[in-house]
């Protein structure tokens, strides 16, 4: 590890605590000033940042939106990023009477969360995807979600305790399946952020994602598929004032998936949740997270310059020299 990463990681944890112990206590205004402020920093210092992000925006969009357009995208999209880890702490203070005062949820989907029985909740790193696991936690009998460990265990072990302050339970995406399984079988609430990039050989699948294929993880589905838990797409989107809306615009049954053909349930399943994802971020662009490498892999066959330029090459064969 070079100095810098190691100076870095060593501030990250009194940095974590710092914002623990501060951002909580914050005026709800001065929090949404701040995440503005740490947004747009994001967007202006960080070339890097803007390139992937404007290259994804490019992707899923071409001519449809303007550059100005994209760029505004992108800037809102850092800013709602910002907030969602504020309010990850912000709501580790007083939780409850904050929820009740800051987060409106349909009827919907406070229905969907306390009826009794099994179920897969899937979101992606849209709107405040953190906050949605922790209401969950207030509604279900019981919720688990995974989460992939940060880099930095001391930061890891925060955001964590933060996550778990209402009941909720995060484990570990590696080995989790079993633990998924038992849970479900027992009546759980499981929470899967499924946008993340997950390799065909750790057991992705590619779904068409704004006209390319992106790898997902088939996990809701084979869940589905071995426990007959209904599964939900809920999402809490921000609004101006500070405060969100929790919505529920899909929910495949169990009956639905009765009806499905088993030997393809987990890959139909797949494709479905994708689509969800595209159609809640046309509706609601600057709520989803443009920053990351998202077209990372490409399907064997396909060429590498129809994704972003960060997109994995395929390895180039040798050249043979002829004597």
Known sequence: MSSAKKFRQALEAPLARLGLAVVPRLPRRAVLGLARAMGSGSYWFSARTRRMGLANLDLAFGGAKTGAEKR???????????????????????????????????????????????????????????????????????????????????????????????????IERKGALRKLVRFLRAGGTVGLVLDQNTA??????????????????????????????????????????GTYRGELPHVITAEDLASMDRDTLALEITRQITGYYEEAIRLHPECWLWSYKRWRHVPEGMSPGKFPFYADKPPVEPRTVES
């Open 200 to 241: 065909p050989e750790e057991g992705g699948v590619f779904a068409e994602f704004f006209g390319l294929p992106v790898a997902v993880s088939p996990a809701a589905g084979l869940l589905a598929s071995m426990t007959g838990a209904e599964i939900i797409f809920p999402y809490v989107l921000p609004c101006a004032d």
């Open 72 to 170: 505004r995208i992108l800037r809102e999209s850092l800013r709602n990023f910002a907030l969602v880890v504020l309010d990850l702490f912000w709501f580790s203070r007083n939780s409850l009477a904050r929820m009740d005062r800051w987060l409106a949820v349909s009827p919907d989907l406070r229905t969907a969360l306390a009826k009794p029985g099994a179920r897969v909740g899937v979101q992606g790193h849209f709107g405040n995807w953190e906050l949605i696991g922790r209401y969950a936690a207030t509604q279900a009998v019981s919720v688990m979600s995974v989460a992939m460990p940060l880099k930095n265990p001391a930061v890891d072990a925060l955001l964590q305790a933060a996550r778990q302050v209402t009941g909720q339970r995060i």
